[in-house]
């Protein structure tokens, strides 16, 4: 397919989802590879916003009605239909994300898992079930159900374009609630693209899942919108100004943000695979993974050998935009300046630059970032201590795995991390004291292809969990109903109970309770 035509398709399939409703103003998304226009999109204003956010409201009542066994079976539909059109979808993320197609594919894989597993389970983890009502009610029946919030306004990143924001759709979709997603202002045409084949699999259902574009300003009108919850992945700045924009309505939100994930490879560890996965952790999609791995602890044993064996291993990747290429350009140009100025700073600082760097000969062409590997950073520098979000990784040399996890800690961020060890046991203490969302052992970012697992950070880099039941539960609110069975002869809660009902509780708490010491 030509390149016209390719985005012909892409703009038919805007119209189709994102123009339906009126603005004055529109953008151009454009493929960092080439810089040719991948789509031209709608900058939806306040007012359209509303008015999707009011069809979104209309649809989430019908979506609701439709139960967990309607909603499976339309969800099931969605992800025959995306995995009937993958190969499609895959050259569009290439084109406007800039990631190899192979890449794309993985990331389209996993989103279609987490889909199928979403609506596979919302019953058993959301429906009404009876609980136990415990001594003081045990003439009642308890029941608890999780009732969805009504209409979920998830607001994504550009880097994982498609698996990213469906940690949160496809959830909140499984759980009962319309979506409407305002993706990243760097990836609309996949976002477009996605609500299309929403409209086209499931068409009775089509505004359950709508999409509007836009900037920043367009993602604060859903913030302002009415919308039940939030759902956010992006930085931390700006899921500082999201809560603040929330606030405004007491609109909760759930917040994916940044990382700083670390790997500890201890001295047992198999030096050569946690090389590999080093590798792949921090390279990988240009290292602009929330949960890529961006600093090594290895220990003083292991430290010139897993040196030696990522250096060789850097050597053999070739960022570029054709299929042989490991990986793609920097999808937000800006990007580059923040790799730049850690490499740079940190260079100024004594840290050694085995591989890539800052000269003009270590960054390929425009757009993309060479593959660096530094050694000795201070750790008070920006190459340690902030997000940097590109082909990098810091290498430090510690005396063993306790001085590594006390310095994996040492961040403000706290979303992933992995360890490579020989030891179960050691591993899994190590895994339970790292100050993480998620810790993987003898790999990299596996939690993340485990729908059961939660997802999601603690401290800058956010808090509430996408996937697994915990995720389900996200897009919900609780409810308690309990019934009456029968009538006890004396009942506490009346101004009609006789004298003595407060000692004879008094008397059967002590029986129960008053026992344990
Ligand atoms: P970003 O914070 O710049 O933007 C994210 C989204 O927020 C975009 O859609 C943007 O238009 C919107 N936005 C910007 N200003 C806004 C405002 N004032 N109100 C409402 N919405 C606003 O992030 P990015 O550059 O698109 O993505 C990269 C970041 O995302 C990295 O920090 C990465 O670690 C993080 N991320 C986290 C996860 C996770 O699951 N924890 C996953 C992927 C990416």
Known sequence: MSLAEEMDTVTDVAAGSVERHATSSTFESTAPATGAVVGMFPVHDPDAVAETVT????????????????RRQRLDAYRGYLARRLHELADLVHRENGKPHADAILEISLAIDHLAWAAGHARKALGPRRVRAGLLAANHAAYLEYQPLGVIGVIGPWNYPVFTPMGSIAYALAAGNAVVFKPSEYTPAIGAWLAAAWRAAVPDAADAFQVVTGFGDTGAALCRA??????????????????????ETLTPVLMELGGKDAMIVDDDADVVAAADAAVWG???????????????????AVYDRFVAEVTAQVRELRPGSDDEATYGPMTMPSQIDVVRRHVTDAASAGARVITGGTDPDAFPGEGYVAPTVLLDVPEDSAAIREETFGPTLTITKVRDAEEALQRANDTSYGLAGSIFSGSKSKALDLARRMRSGMTSINSVLTFASVPALPFGGVGDSGFGRIHGEDGLKEFTRAKAITRQRFALPTNPMSFRRPANTADQLARIIGMVHGRHR
């Open 55 to 70: 069809q979104a409201f209309a649809a989430a009542e019908l979506w609701a009605g439709l139960g967990f066994d309607g």
């Open 226 to 247: 009415g919308v039940g919850k939030i759902a956010f992945t992006g930085s931390a700045p700006t899921g500082r100004k999201v809560m603040a924009t929330c606030a």
């Open 282 to 300: 921090a390279m990988s999609n240009g290292g602009q993974t929330c949960i890529g791995v961006e600093r090594v602890y290895a220990t003083a």
